[in-house]
């Protein structure tokens, strides 16, 4: 029987508000300073798309493992089948698209921070659910890539929860 892992709630919780609060910093900055990117429509519209795929992404991902306060089984289909990391991949999506949409050279650096800082977040996780699930979370591992969706997986998930 698996173990009951710790809730991840926190750490996302704590790590948005700080980012976020940096992000905003960073903008500010940027617009005083004048050190803003030309093209900004472009940049906007690029920018609203990450965010809007970010924001889907993780509707999806919270509609998979509805509790994400308690996990206790290891969800492996959906959306779960084409990245281990789903929430923290639409993090990192909606946090790039805030930077690129806002134009701002600072907010990119810091959009840059915040994925270093989630990949960072997500590792501590993938030991929890390691410790928690063992060698099915290690298959998992082999099967499914950390972030970036394979669309086309070579080998077959269990897909039971």
């Not at 976020?20 to 500010?28: D, K, Q, T």
């Not at 690029?46 to 509707?59: S, T």
């Not at 991949?89 to 701002?104: E, H, Q, R, T, Y």
Request: hydrophobic share 55%.
């Amino acid at each position: 029987m698996a173990r009951r892992t710790p809730s991840p709630r926190w750490r996302q919780l704590l790590v948005a508000i700080i980012l976020l609060a940096l992000g905003w910093a960073s903008y500010v900055v940027s617009v005083q300073y004048g050190l803003l990117l030309p093209h900004e429509f472009a940049l906007r519209v690029l920018g609203g798309v990450l965010i809007v795929i970010g924001v889907a992404i993780r509707v999806v991902a919270f509609v998979e493992i509805p509790n994400t306060y308690r996990i206790e089984t290891l969800v492996t289909s959906g959306v779960y089948a084409k990245t281990r990391n789903p929430i923290y991949l639409s993090f990192m999506l909606i946090f790039i698209g805030i930077a690129v949409f806002s134009a701002a050279v600072l907010a990119l650096v810091w959009a840059c921070v915040c994925v270093a800082v989630l990949y960072w977040i997500a590792a501590l996780e993938e030991t929890d659910l390691e410790r928690s699930f063992g060698e099915r979370y290690v298959q998992y591992k082999k099967t499914v890539p950390m972030f970036v969706p394979r669309f086309a997986n070579k080998e077959p998930i269990d897909r039971s929860r």
